[in-house]
């Protein structure tokens, strides 16, 4: 009896899920379960119809799901969930002149050290060349670049450019 309980305490209960529209999963010892998507918008579908939790629910230690649009789920002894997702949106006409107007500017500022402009110079370059390959950038660029022209805290973000980019990016990132 007591070897059944020890057997036991690591089984763990699996995972029952209602709908699943991305994602991973994984159950059992040693589990491991990764997503590494990149997600070009969010599912507009998820939540607009409660999915129900089945009806079968897993044993005790397990994990019950009514709907999983994305992430990591992993369930069992020494199991492991890695939810690495990228977030990318779309890039506007709009935003892209904003960065190429912006990027042509920098040269012609005066520098001092710390001055934050080769960290903008940086995160402009990035975008742009992202978007012309892919026409998407990640939301985690345009969230740096964002704060980067509205903090105050670079030579950059006085210009009528800036702004420019910074509206722009707000938008996609609304």
Do not use: H, Y
């Not at 892209?96 to 402009?124: F, I, K, M, N």
């Not at 985690?140 to 022209?149: H, Q, S």
């Amino acid at each position: 009896m007591t070897e059944q309980k020890k057997d036991d305490k690591g089984a763990g209960g699996g995972i029952a899920i209602g709908r699943m529209t991305g994602g991973a999963v994984a159950a059992g010892e040693r589990a491991q379960a990764e997503n590494r998507a990149e997600r070009a918008r969010r599912d507009d579908r998820a939540g607009t119809g409660l999915a129900r939790v089945p009806a079968e629910t897993p044993r005790d230690g397990g994990i019950a799901v009514g709907e999983l649009s994305g992430g990591a789920v992993a369930a069992g002894r020494e199991a492991r969930a890695v939810d690495a997702t990228r977030d990318v949106l779309a890039v506007t006409p709009e935003l892209l002149e904003a960065v190429t107007a912006l990027r042509g500017q920098l040269p012609l500022l005066v520098r001092s050290e710390g001055d934050g402009v080769d960290a903008v110079g940086d995160e402009l370059a990035g975008l742009e060349a992202e978007a012309r390959r892919t026409g998407r950038t990640q939301r985690g660029r345009l969230v740096r670049l964002r704060a980067l022209l509205s903090s105050g805290a670079t030579a950059v973000g006085g210009l009528a450019s800036a702004a420019a980019v910074a509206e722009a990016a707000g938008r996609l990132l609304a």
